[in-house]
């Protein structure tokens, strides 16, 4: 409440401090965005042992994440790290009921970072979401979307083995999880096709529409007549 109040008042930073405070992290994203190009500074928040205020804190910053100065990026990153770590470990509770869970701001926060981050860090994230790529049969984890967006983030921005990892990691979600690739993470593949193609391949002659379609879209002539016409009937049945 007292953050609304304050942000139709334009007092932006006392808008930020409560609707943080106070757990509104729809509020919070309003007054990031509010801010328009003026970085406002929540790293201290971000350590909060309440996880709602961390959580509306990562929320805010992940608005406001192409403002996040290079000075302060790496500090930044460590405490969404830190905040992943904290949830699991149990060192700081992370809320069942209240929503958003900490740990999940914080990966989404790390998300609409990846293309930014340093060899070190892109290393930590691929090790910890390694044994998040495969899941049981119609199952899913609540860290795909931004495990799309970190893995295709650092396939853009890296080279050699770690961007070769992401690849990896980026194809075995399209595997199970493509409706969670917007058009970045469908660009990732296609800019290293060379590294993708085999495995999108492999997936389009095991019936895998989606890796049909970018394959048809990106390398036309990899694709047969008889799957270009399967795929053109498919889209003239109803739905």
Avoid at 13 to 42: C, M, N, T
Avoid at 141 to 147: A, F, G, I, K, P
Avoid at 166 to 184: E, I, T, V, W
Avoid at 231 to 237: G, I, N
Wanted: aromatic content about 6%; proline content about 3%; charged content about 25%.
């Amino acid at each position: 409440m007292l953050g609304e109040m304050y942000r139709i008042t334009d007092e932006l930073p006392l808008a930020a401090y409560y609707s943080i405070g106070g757990g509104d992290y729809e509020e919070a994203r309003k007054v990031a965005v509010a801010f328009g190009d003026v970085y406002h500074d929540v790293k201290e928040s971000m350590k909060s042992p309440l996880s709602w205020v961390a959580a509306c804190a990562f929320e805010f910053a992940t608005e406001q994440a192409d403002l996040i100065p290079d000075g302060q990026l790496d500090v930044v990153v460590d405490l969404a790290l830190s905040a992943v770590d904290d949830a699991f470990s149990g060192a700081r509770l992370d809320s069942p009921v209240l929503s958003p869970q900490m740990y999940l701001s914080a990966y989404e926060l790390i998300a609409a970072l990846a293309k930014r981050l340093t060899a070190t860090h892109a290393r930590t994230l691929l090790d910890m979401l390694a044994d998040k790529v495969e899941v049981e049969q119609h199952r899913y984890r609540r860290t795909d979307e931004s495990h799309v967006q970190i893995a295709a983030g650092i396939a853009t921005a890296q080279v050699g083995e770690l961007q070769a990892v992401a690849l990896d990691q980026l194809l075995g979600l399209f595997a199970r999880a493509s409706h969670d690739f917007g058009p970045s993470a469908r660009n990732a593949l296609i800019r290293n096709l060379d590294q993708t193609r085999e495995r999108l391949q492999a997936l389009a002659a095991d019936g895998h529409r989606e890796a049909a379609a970018l394959l048809g879209y990106c390398d036309p002539e990899c694709v047969s007549r008889e799957a270009a016409d399967a795929a053109s009937q498919r889209l003239c049945e109803p739905t």
